[in-house]
């Protein structure tokens, strides 16, 4: 492993155009649970797989139930950035890390200090009321319990792209064009199994495609080099 980092800290010191594009894996060592590690949620039990729970159909006819589970398993406001997102600010600071894009709804990397973060997925921190579209802080709903409702009676929803709902095609368009520009593309913590959002990782022509995460992923075979680590652990030695 030390040589692969080695051979990625040059080609990042040679860089001023590297994007990341990560996912829940990136997190885990903030202590947020990923979907699909072993110890990830879709690998304990519920009443409901949570993807189903995590579904608009199941949102708008069980939203009791979801939001137990939501605020459960899905809000971990006192969770910190850890050395992976730190290392994309500090890169971003220094001018070699055009973008982060990201399929996590968390926030921990603009709480890193990156600025140009693409969520793919939305943010738990960001809510609205269907109703009204009065927004509404995540601690309005982390606090309460119960279905969150506005004073207009309408039901409130966190801008969370659920299974079912479509991606802001501005973000993705915006992604790909960062993407099919980078010098460099980064993909960390992914299992590149949610799509549309790893599809987007195709839009990339260069010839530094770098994987890091802890186990294999569909796209190993075409990554110019692949790193089986934890994340942190590997960006806090770049
Ligand atoms: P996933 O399918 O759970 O895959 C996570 C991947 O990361 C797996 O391949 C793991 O092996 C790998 N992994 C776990 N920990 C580490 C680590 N420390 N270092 C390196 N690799 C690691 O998650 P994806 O993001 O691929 O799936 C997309 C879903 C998960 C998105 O819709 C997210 O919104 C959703 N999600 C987000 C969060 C969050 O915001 N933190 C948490 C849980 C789920």
Known sequence: MDAQIAKLKEWIDGSDNIVFFGGAGVSTESGIPDFRSVDGLYNQQYKYPPETILSHSFFMAEPEEFYRFYRAK???????????????????????????????????????????VLELHGSVLRNHCMRCRKPYDVRDIAAGTGVPKCA?????????????????????????????????????????????????????????????????????RRADLVIHGAIGEVFSQL
Do not use: F
């Not at 982060?100 to 603009?110: A, E, F, P, R, S």
């Not at 299974?163 to 501005?170: F, P, V």
């Open 74 to 116: 899905m809000l971990a406001l006192d969770a910190q950035p850890n050395a992976a997102h730190l290392k994309l600010a500090a890169w971003e600071r220094a001018g070699k890390c055009r973008a982060v894009i990201t399929q996590n709804i968390d926030g921990l990397h603009q709480k890193a200090g990156s600025r140009e």
């Open 152 to 220: 207009c009676g309408g039901m409130i929803k966190p801008d969370v792209v659920l299974y079912e709902e479509s991606l802001d095609s501005g973000t993705i368009n915006k992604s790909v064009s960062y993407i099919a520009a980078a010098d460099i593309l980064i993909i960390g913590g992914t299992s590149l199994a949610v799509y549309p959002a790893a599809g987007l990782i195709d839009y990339y022509r260069g010839r530094r495609l770098v994987l890091v995460n802890k186990t294999e992923t569909p796209a190993d």
